[in-house]
Nanobody, 120 residues
Framework: VQLQASGGGLVQAGVSLRLSCAAS????????MGWFRQAPGKEREFVAA????????RYAESVKGRFTISRDNAKYTVYLQMNNLEPEDTAVYYC??????????????WGQGTLVTVSS
C-alpha cells in the first residue's frame, strides 16, 4: 500500500484545514487508517485512527473535539478535518495503514507527510 498525504499549509490559529491521504490498491478497506504528527524536536505522536469497518475511531486527548477522522473506501482516501487549529498543532502530519486500531506506531505503511504550520 502506498500512501500520499496532502492538504497541509500555513494557516492562522483558529481556522480549519482538511488533510487527505490517498492510498493505492484495492485493499484499502482492509486497513485501519491512522494519522500521526511530529512537531519540531519532538517524537512522532498519535493523532487519530479509523477502523476498517463499523466506524470505530480513536483520538488523542489533545485533539478530541477539534479533529475528525473519516474515510471514503470507494475513493481509497482518509481525511483529517482539523478545526480551531492552535500553534501547538504545528507539525508534519503522516498517514498510516495497519491491521489494528491502535494508538501505537504499529502500522505497516506510512505516507511521506504533509506540513501544517499554525501561526498565532
Amino acid at each position: 500500500v502506498q500512501l500520499q498525504a496532502s492538504g497541509g499549509g500555513l494557516v492562522q490559529a483558529g481556522v480549519s484545514l482538511r488533510l487527505s491521504c490517498a492510498a493505492s490498491g484495492r485493499t484499502f478497506s482492509n486497513y485501519v487508517m491512522g494519522w500521526f504528527r511530529q512537531a519540531p524536536g519532538k517524537e512522532r505522536e498519535f493523532v487519530a485512527a479509523f477502523s476498517q469497518a463499523g466506524g470505530g475511531t480513536r483520538y488523542a486527548e489533545s485533539v478530541k473535539g477539534r479533529f475528525t477522522i473519516s474515510r471514503d473506501n470507494a475513493k481509497y482516501t482518509v481525511y483529517l478535518q482539523m478545526n480551531n487549529l492552535e500553534p501547538e498543532d504545528t507539525a508534519v502530519y503522516y498517514c498510516a495503514a495497519g491491521p489494528f486500531l491502535t494508538t501505537s506506531h504499529n502500522y505497516d505503511y506510512w505516507g511521506q507527510g504533509t506540513l501544517v504550520t499554525v501561526s498565532s
